[in-house]
C-alpha cells in the first residue's frame, strides 16, 4: 500500500541550494523537478488519489500518471514534495519512501549527506582552493587544498 | 563547479582538509598534513580548519550539520614516493602526532535568509 510518509531535515539553505543536494542525489531527477519560490505546486499521489497543494518543489514520480506526464522512474506511485519552514529552519518534505529506491529510504540521511558535501564544494568555491571529491560505498569524502599562510601560523 | 584532481603529493605550506560525508547524515574533518614541512608544523591547523569550515557560502545558513573533529593526521614522505600506494603510510617519525579532542560542533556558515 502506497502512502506518503511526511518527514522533516534541519537544513537552513535556499532553494537554489535544495534544488543542486538534490541534483547530487539524483542527476537523473533534473528532468522531472518543479520549482515554485512560491510555494504553490501540488504533490499527486497515483496510488491513493490524493492531492496536495503549497509545496516549493516537486519530483514527478514514474510510471502510470493520471495527468500523462513524465515522472522519474525511481519514484513510483506519489511524486515527491518539499517546502522550507521558517520556523522551524527546516526543510519539510512527503514521499512515499518505502518505495524510493534502498539507497533513498532514508531520505532525511540522504540529504543531509548531500547537503554537507554540497556546502564543502561552495566553501571551496568560495575561497578559490582546490577540490576532489571520493565516494566510497555510502561514504563521500570531499579534500580541500588549503594553504598555510602566515594567519595560521602558531604565535603570529 | 570545477573538481580538481589534486595531486597526491602536497606541496610545502599547503594541507588537505578532508570532510567525509557518511549515509547515517553524521560527519568528519580532519587536517592532513604531508611530508616533513616546517610550515606545517608551525601552523595552528585548528584555526585554519575553522576558518576553512566557517566560510560563509551564500545560500546556507547554518548551522547545516553537526561535524565531529578527528585532529591532524601526518602523512610521511615515505608514503607518497611510493609508485603504488601502500595500504598503510609508515608515521612520519620528524613530527609527533597531534590529537585533537574529540568534540561536536556546529559549522556556522550563515548565507542569506530564505
Not at chain 1, 522533516?8 to 547530487?24: A, D, F, G, T, Y
Not at chain 2, 601552523?43 to 553537526?66: C, I, Q, W
Request: aromatic share 6%; glycine share 8%; with cysteine.
Amino acid at each position: 500500500m502506497s502512502h506518503w510518509q511526511a518527514g522533516s531535515v534541519k537544513l537552513q539553505c535556499n532553494l537554489e541550494v535544495m534544488i543542486k543536494v538534490l541534483m547530487r542525489v539524483k542527476p537523473s531527477w533534473v528532468k522531472h523537478i518543479q520549482t515554485s519560490p512560491a510555494g504553490n505546486l501540488k504533490i499527486v499521489n497515483d496510488h491513493t488519489g490524493e492531492v496536495e497543494d503549497g509545496y516549493s518543489i516537486v519530483i514527478r514520480h514514474g510510471g502510470y500518471r493520471r495527468d500523462g506526464k513524465s515522472g522519474a522512474d525511481d519514484i513510483k506511485f506519489a511524486d515527491i514534495g518539499m517546502k522550507y519552514d521558517p520556523n522551524s529552519k527546516e526543510w519539510k518534505y512527503k514521499a512515499d519512501t518505502p518505495y524510493l529506491p534502498d539507497n533513498l529510504k532514508k531520505f532525511d540521511k540522504v540529504l543531509t549527506q548531500e547537503a554537507g558535501v554540497e556546502q564543502a564544494h561552495a566553501i571551496a568555491n568560495q575561497l578559490g582552493l582546490q577540490v576532489k571529491e571520493i565516494r566510497v560505498g555510502g561514504q563521500t569524502k570531499v579534500v580541500i587544498r588549503a594553504p598555510v599562510s602566515k594567519t595560521h601560523m602558531l604565535g603570529v | 563547479m570545477k573538481i580538481y584532481k589534486v595531486a597526491d603529493s602536497c606541496p610545502p605550506g599547503m594541507v588537505d582538509i578532508e570532510f567525509t560525508f557518511n549515509d547515517d547524515g553524521s560527519a568528519t574533518r580532519k587536517i592532513i598534513a604531508h611530508g616533513p614541512d616546517v610550515g606545517c608544523k608551525k601552523a595552528n591547523h585548528s584555526k585554519l580548519m575553522n576558518d576553512v569550515s566557517n566560510t560563509r557560502v551564500n545560500g546556507f545558513n547554518g548551522p547545516l550539520f553537526e561535524v565531529e573533529d578527528e585532529g591532524l593526521t601526518q602523512q610521511g614522505v615515505a608514503e607518497l614516493s611510493q609508485p603504488v600506494a601502500p595500504t598503510k603510510a609508515a608515521p612520519f617519525s620528524g613530527v609527533p602526532k597531534i590529537k585533537a579532542p574529540e568534540q561536536k560542533r556546529k559549522l556556522a556558515v550563515p548565507g542569506f535568509d530564505v
